[in-house]
């Protein structure tokens, strides 16, 4: 008598992984971003190194020909409703996007949702590191580059005086922790799933880029050095092994991006 058995595939196809404990996981998510916010106002004062410094990338990155900032904002400033989208886009994209990001890896990705995480946390932690060294004053507060504060000029701002501006640290503007949490979210979204048109997941990074230069908020070098970051982390931290579980099977779908991710996977 013959015993049915089942395909082989299904004899050794791996389990999916375990997601790691829900409220462990709130707790450390939180703490990652409670981290952010609080460090970057430790970093707080060297207000006139931060200007010195300022200058110092303007300099450098005119020296090495990067493309003018200013370029950037001029296309923006085109019209009223660009710009005010894009001051839109830098001041509610950035947390969100990621936390939806980490909430859909967490649900639908458990393995990649660790990797992920962990990535994000050594990135944070190490950025900001710079501010005590390196303080920069962002570029539209330094005079004599042509830039405006599209923010303040046009809304909505995140930002007040600041020096009476106690939430945030303005002169922690290196590196571009809203293009380095992009480009994670990103990359992530494209190793965790299987749609040949998960590579428009690029689309939020490159926007985010666009933005943060265009608004005046972050100079080019910031983005460069966030990159780097970032790089060395992934370098450190590898993302699982790719299967049918980690990576969802055919008929598991991620289906139309929300809107501030901007893009499209499975």
């Given amino acids: 008598m013959n015993a049915r058995t089942e395909p082989a595939e299904a004899e050794t196809e791996p389990e999916s992984p375990a997601r790691p404990p829900l409220i462990r996981e709130f707790l450390l998510v939180a703490g990652l971003f409670l981290v952010y916010k609080l460090g970057r ?3 707080t004062g060297h ?3 931060a200007f010195r410094n300022a200058r110092d990338v303007w300099r450098l990155e005119r020296a090495v020909d990067l493309p003018h900032e200013t370029a950037v904002q001029s296309a923006l400033l085109h019209g009223d409703t660009l710009v005010h989208l894009a001051n839109t886009y830098y001041a509610t994209v950035h947390f969100p996007a990621t936390l939806a990001f980490l909430v859909w890896l967490y649900l639908r990705r458990p393995a990649h949702y660790v990797w992920a995480r962990r990535v994000l946390a ?54 571009s922790l809203h293009f380095g949490w992009a480009l994670m979210v990103a990359i992530g979204l494209i190793a965790a799933t299987r749609s040949r048109w998960r590579g428009l997941w690029l689309l939020h990074p490159l926007i985010t880029l666009l933005v943060i230069v265009g608004t005046a908020n972050h100079y080019w070098l910031d983005a460069i050095v966030a990159t780097a970051m970032l790089g060395l982390a992934l370098a450190v931290i590898h993302p699982p ?18 809107p501030a991710l901007a893009g499209a996977a499975r």
């Fill in 41 to 43: 106002r430790l970093a």
């Fill in 47 to 49: 207000t006139l190194e």
């Fill in 122 to 175: 050594v990135v944070t932690t190490a950025a900001l590191v710079l501010p005590f060294t390196f303080p920069l004053a962002p570029p539209r507060m330094l005079t004599g580059t042509g830039l405006v504060d599209t923010a303040r000029i046009y809304g909505p701002s995140v930002y007040g005086p600041p020096s009476s501006d106690h939430l945030s640290n303005q002169f922690a503007a290196m590196p």
């Fill in 241 to 258: 092994r790719r299967t049918a579980t980690t990576a969802g099977r055919g008929a598991d779908r991620l289906g139309a991006p929300e």
